[in-house]
Each structure stands twice: as structure tokens, then as C-alpha cells.
């Protein structure tokens, strides 16, 4: 079964330090992939997502990604973190544009000013 | 941006009471609409995907009679909780992709169930 797996639960990090979340899906072939963040009592939003090209994908609000196909990984970056950004983070895939998309379990992300 | 739209955003209701939740997009066609349910600090689960002018193909463990899913239109889908128990109780999003290929989904924000 298709499946998105994310390795850290819940992250704490201080201002200005660098985050790295790592996903990793088990789709073989084309794959479209995303990251979303949900800030506190907030909706889902994009930040960035990838279906072709280029496998390094910039996002907003300085986030970026790397598609690493012969790792089955997408991994969401940024260089410097903000108390902004404290929310939770969900990676999520599926196969082809016309397929329904599955959500990895969220890493809860706390930044300490 | 293409934009979802979910009504209501909160809804409280007595047990054994049915609920429905609307999902529109607003400025794009949306053949197809998801339902997921996402519990409090947990993922989104997808419940079933809704497809236009047919019936919904529901995940493994969702009870199709219990969550009433008809997506009358390229813009409109709702799901209707039937006979809603506390267990029920949960955050409801939905999501629709647009009828070009290619397409991100785009989420709703959500409606917040509480049975009491």
C-alpha cells in the first residue's frame, strides 16, 4: 500500500537554527509530492510541492525540499527557523495527479525564541 | 489561489443527531473532492473520495452508511455524519482538485464536529 512515513514526531528548535524534516514515501515511479503546514488553529497550507523537474523545490516563506528519488525521500528545509514558525508540518504524496493523496503522520514543529 | 470553502466551520450537536458539512470550490470545477478527518494531533485520514455525478469510493474502516458522502456538482459535495455518536467528534477538511490534470488539491478549512 502506498504510505508516507515522517521520522521525527515533534521537533524543538531555538531561533535562527536549521531545520531539516525528514519524509519518505514508498511509491515506486512517478510521484507527486507535497509539504503542509498547519499553524495553530489554522487550515492546511501548501508550501511547496514537487510533481517534476528540478528536484531541489523552493517553497514560501524560505522553506525548501529535495526530491531524492533512489532514496524515496523528500525532505523539507530551511535555513533558519523563526517562532513563526512553530506548527505542525505533513508531507504528502500520491501517485498521479488523478490520484487521491495520502498524508504522512506530522511532525510538530516548536521553535524557542 | 484557487479557493475551498467549507460550511459550517464549528458544529455542536446532540448524539444521535445527522450533521452535514458543505464543501464548494469557489472559482474552479472540481470533478473530484476528498473527505478526510483529522484527530487532535494526528494526520489527516483520508475517509473517501467523491467524484462528480457518482458514487464515493470510501477507505477501508469508513462506514459508508454512517458518513453519507454526494457530490452533486463540479462545485458542491457534501458529507453528512448520520446518527453522530461523541466518537464522531473530530476536525472534518475537505479537498478538491481541479478538473485539469496536473492540478494541486486544495484543502477547506476545516469544519470542527463536537456530539455531545
Known amino acids: 500500500a502506498q504510505s508516507v512515513s515522517q521520522h521525527n514526531h515533534h521537533v524543538i528548535l531555538s531561533e535562527a537554527a536549521s531545520l531539516e524534516l525528514g519524509c519518505n514515501y514508498s511509491?515506486?515511479?512517478?510521484?507527486?509530492l507535497f509539504w503542509y503546514v498547519q499553524y495553530p488553529g489554522q487550515h492546511l497550507q501548501l508550501l511547496l510541492k514537487y510533481f517534476s523537474g528540478d528536484p531541489l523545490v523552493k517553497g514560501i516563506k524560505g522553506f525548501e525540499a529535495e526530491f531524492i528519488k533512489s532514496k524515496f525521500s523528500f525532505n523539507l528545509r530551511k535555513p533558519s527557523v523563526q517562532w513563526s514558525d512553530t506548527a505542525e508540518y505533513f508531507c504528502a504524496g500520491r501517485k498521479t495527479s488523478y490520484d487521491k493523496v495520502i498524508f504522512g503522520p506530522g511532525t510538530s514543529l516548536s521553535v524557542i525564541p | 489561489g484557487a479557493v475551498v470553502s467549507q460550511h459550517p466551520s464549528r458544529v455542536i450537536c446532540k448524539s444521535g443527531t445527522s450533521v452535514k458539512i458543505e464543501c464548494r470550490s469557489l472559482?474552479?470545477?472540481?470533478?473530484?473532492m476528498f473527505w478526510y478527518r483529522q484527530f487532535p494531533k494526528q494526520s489527516l485520514m483520508l475517509m473517501a473520495t467523491s467524484n462528480e455525478g457518482s458514487k464515493a469510493t470510501y477507505e477501508q474502516g469508513v462506514e459508508k452508511d454512517k458518513f453519507l458522502i454526494n457530490h452533486a456538482s463540479l462545485t458542491l459535495s457534501t458529507l453528512t455524519v448520520t446518527s453522530a455518536h461523541p466518537e464522531d467528534s473530530s476536525f472534518y477538511i475537505c479537498?478538491?482538485?481541479?478538473?485539469?490534470?496536473?492540478?494541486?488539491?486544495?484543502f477547506g478549512p476545516g469544519t470542527r464536529l463536537l456530539v455531545l
Open positions: 479537498s478538491a482538485r481541479d478538473v485539469f490534470p496536473g492540478e494541486t488539491q486544495y
Open positions: 511509491y515506486g515511479g512517478t510521484v507527486n
Open positions: 472559482d474552479f470545477q472540481a470533478t473530484t
